[in-house]
């Protein structure tokens, strides 16, 4: 069975900086591509960063290239963002997901398997 759980959210101040995790199991980091995304409120789903399987290829939405690192420890089976330079405009849920796939698809819808979230909230 599949799980992603994420953990790590917080209030935090703007230009400051929180770590994400992502605890995942019944899968490999060989097989399947994880993603983060972020929902605001009365804004929809959007998609933050993703890291591909194997190689592990990252790739960020425009709004935090340069500021938003993904990566993962295949140990410890968890896959991070790293979010620096918060900004009141980062405040969401942040979830990660699977496409079950080895690439990473662009669209929430695409992702199968999500987490239960977690709350950031940058203040000004």
């Known amino acids: 069975e599949v799980q992603l ?6 209030l ?9 995790s992502c605890a995942t199991s019944g899968f490999s980091y060989d097989d399947y591509a994880v993603g983060w ?4 409120p009365g804004k929809e789903r959007e998609g933050v960063a ?8 990252t790739y960020y939405a425009d709004s935090v290239k340069g500021r938003f690192t993904i990566s993962r420890d ?5 896959v991070y963002l790293q979010m620096n330079s918060l900004r009141p405009e980062d405040t ?7 496409d079950r796939l080895t690439f990473c698809r662009t669209r929430p819808p695409e992702y199968v398997e999500w987490g239960q ?3 950031v909230t940058v203040s000004a």
């Open 5 to 10: 759980v994420e953990s790590g959210g917080a």
């Open 12 to 20: 935090v101040q703007a230009g400051g900086s929180l770590r994400l």
């Open 37 to 40: 995304f972020r929902q605001a």
């Open 50 to 57: 993703c890291i591909s399987s194997g190689h592990g290829d």
């Open 74 to 78: 295949k140990a410890k089976n968890t």
């Open 92 to 98: 969401a849920v942040y979830y990660c997901a699977t």
């Open 117 to 119: 979230g977690t709350q």
